[in-house]
């Protein structure tokens, strides 16, 4: 079983709907995750962190975590073109004490 | 506030060179960490450095190695260069190390070896 898994996508979906994107992870202990996003041929850019089970919303952007079931998502509202890039996921593991990457969803929003 | 800088941007090397490549942090972050990321194996830790010393390091063979100086600048070399190490060098640079801390990525470094 890998540490973080994602649907490798890609994941298509029209201009102005929700994109949702989920992530697992198998470090129980692991209390902080991330989201970045990676446009092609460029370095991943930390979009989201959140630390506690429930909610977070930042502009079009809401991550969710629910750490008994091991599962953190990301929803991306009113999804525009210039949201089609690779989400990473990546809890920090307190375990190995570092970030742990997963492969990755592809999102493609068309217009 | 000056981001996370990577040099070279890129760099062609041959089979059995070594090579280095540098990191300055964003200003008063004094953990850097190294990611290469390839196609096939995605982002993988290399190590982290916190106050000039090793952290943490990951599944990679002594080829790969770094620093940290006093003023949070990182290099990490890579000896006796192979195919498979053609990839992105990431740095990531946090105000510190360990949970809820927020890691910012430079633009990295493309390494092909030829």
């Known amino acids: 079983q890998k540490e973080v898994e994602q649907n490798s996508g890609p994941l298509s979906v029209p201009e102005g709907a929700i994109a949702s994107l989920n992530c697992t992870y198998s470090?129980?202990?692991?209390?902080?995750f991330f989201w970045y996003r990676q446009y092609s041929g460029k370095s991943p850019e930390l979009i989201m962190s959140?630390?506690?089970?429930g909610d977070k919303e930042d502009g079009r952007f809401t991550a969710q975590l629910n750490k008994a079931s091991q599962y953190v998502s990301l929803l991306i509202r009113d999804s525009q073109p210039s949201d089609s890039a690779t989400y990473l996921c990546?809890?920090?593991?307190?375990?190995?004490?570092?970030?742990?990457f997963g492969g990755g969803t592809r999102v493609l929003v068309k217009p | 506030k000056a981001g996370v800088t990577q040099t070279p941007r890129y760099l062609i090397k041959t089979r059995g060179q070594q090579v280095t490549l540098s990191c300055s942090p964003i200003?008063?972050?004094?953990?850097v960490s190294w990611y290469q990321q390839t196609p096939g194996q995605g982002l993988q830790f290399l190590f982290e450095?916190?106050?000039?010393?090793?952290?943490n390091k990951g599944n990679f063979p002594g080829r790969f190695s770094g620093r940290q100086f006093s003023n949070s600048r990182s290099e990490m070399n890579v000896s006796t260069l192979e195919l498979g190490d053609s990839a992105l060098y990431l740095c990531?640079?946090?105000?510190?190390?360990?949970?809820?801390?927020?890691?910012?990525f430079g633009q990295g470094t493309r390494l092909t070896v030829v």
């Open positions: 990531a640079s946090s105000l510190v190390t360990g949970q809820n801390t927020e890691a910012f």
């Open positions: 470090d129980r202990v692991s209390q902080s």
């Open positions: 959140i630390y506690s089970n």
């Open positions: 990546a809890p920090f593991g307190a375990a190995g004490n570092k970030l742990t």
């Open positions: 200003s008063g972050h004094r953990s």
């Open positions: 450095y916190f106050s000039e010393t090793q952290r």
